[in-house]
Every structure is written in C-alpha cells, then in structure tokens.
C-alpha cells in the first residue's frame, strides 16, 4: 500500500509539495471519485485516483461580448464598445447595457464595484472606461472632470468633405424625433 502523496509525486515529478497540497485543497484530486483533502491517505492498487486540470477548477469569467477586452488591471476596465449597445439606462432595462456586462463580469470579484466613468451614445462605438472599485472610480471622474484624461473622436463620412482637412465646432442638438 502507497501514502498519496507519494502518487503525486510520481505523477508531477516538477511540483513542489505546496502545490500538491494546494491541489487538494482546490478539490482537484479525487480517489474512487471522493475529494481527498490528506495527502498521507493510503490508497491501493485497486483505487483510482484523478486529478481535475486546474482549468476545469476555476469557472470561467462570463463574456464581455459584444465588447472586446482593451486593458484590465486591479482598479479599471478600458472596452471597446459596438455601435448599438446602449451604455447604461434604468435598472429595469430589457435591452442589453455595457454597465449590466460588465457588473456580470465582475460578480464574483470581492472587491469590484463596477462604476461607469464616462458615456458613448448608443450609435457610437469606441473605447470605454469603467472603474473596479469606488477609489478608482472618484479618481477617474475626476480626471474626465478636470480635463486631465484626453479624448479623441474620429468620424466616418459618407461622401466627399469640401475640405480636405479642417475642425467642426459646433453644438450638438437632439432632434425633434429624438
């Protein structure tokens, strides 16, 4: 009869015994297909003995789809955003929102409260920030505030602009028809 731990050594000849322990701590090796948490349990030649990929044990983050993943750190998430997706509206909404993705995507993080640091109108498609915690979240609205974090905005034209460069400043107004 054979200690499981010497199983394991066997089978993972390069891993050093605080990553044999941590993976029955995970509940990744199993014998006759019961969790082992000893690493000094006897087991035979009869029993059989599994050990899950540490892939298999960690569940997957839900998408952020129809978004694309641009950076992610500790503090913040920068997407780019379809034209389309509306980015945030009242809690109620049936449609899909970016702030409802990302607060789904970040469930299971203890510390994450998904804050949206600035807007996209539904029909614009371009990178988007959203704060993972509340000092980050200050932060950046602070800086989008004092005009400290820069923005650029590029247009499509259907057509042949008279000019062929130049600036257009003027306001924006939302049209009778909304």
């Known amino acids: 009869m054979a200690l499981l731990i010497d199983w394991l050594i066997a089978k993972y000849p390069q891993s050093s015994r605080t990553t044999l322990k941590r993976m029955l ?5 199993t014998v006759n297909g019961r969790p ?6 006897p087991i035979g030649e009869s029993d059989v003995v599994a050990v899950r990929d540490r892939a298999a044990a960690a569940p997957a983050k839900p998408s952020l789809a129809p978004m694309t993943l641009v950076y992610e750190d500790a503090d913040l998430l920068v997407l780019d955003k379809p034209a389309g997706l509306l980015t945030s509206t009242v809690p ?14 970040l469930a299971g993080e203890r510390r994450a409260r998904p804050g949206l640091v600035h807007r996209l109108d539904r029909d614009a498609s ?14 950046l609205k602070s800086q989008f505030f004092h005009h400290k974090a820069g923005r650029v905005y590029e ?3 259907h057509g042949r602009p ?5 600036t257009i400043d003027t306001h924006l107004i939302e049209s009778k028809e909304g």
Do not use: C, H, N
Request: aromatic share 4%; hydrophobic share 45%.
């Open 36 to 41: 082992v948490k000893v690493m000094k349990m």
């Open 162 to 166: 008279r000019e062929s460069k130049g």
């Open 155 to 157: 247009a499509l034209v």
């Open 126 to 139: 371009g990178l988007i920030v959203f704060a993972k915690t509340l000092e980050a979240l200050d932060s």
């Open 92 to 105: 109620r909404e049936k449609r899909p929102t970016a702030i409802a993705i990302v607060t789904q995507y």
């Open 25 to 29: 701590e995970q509940g990744r090796v």
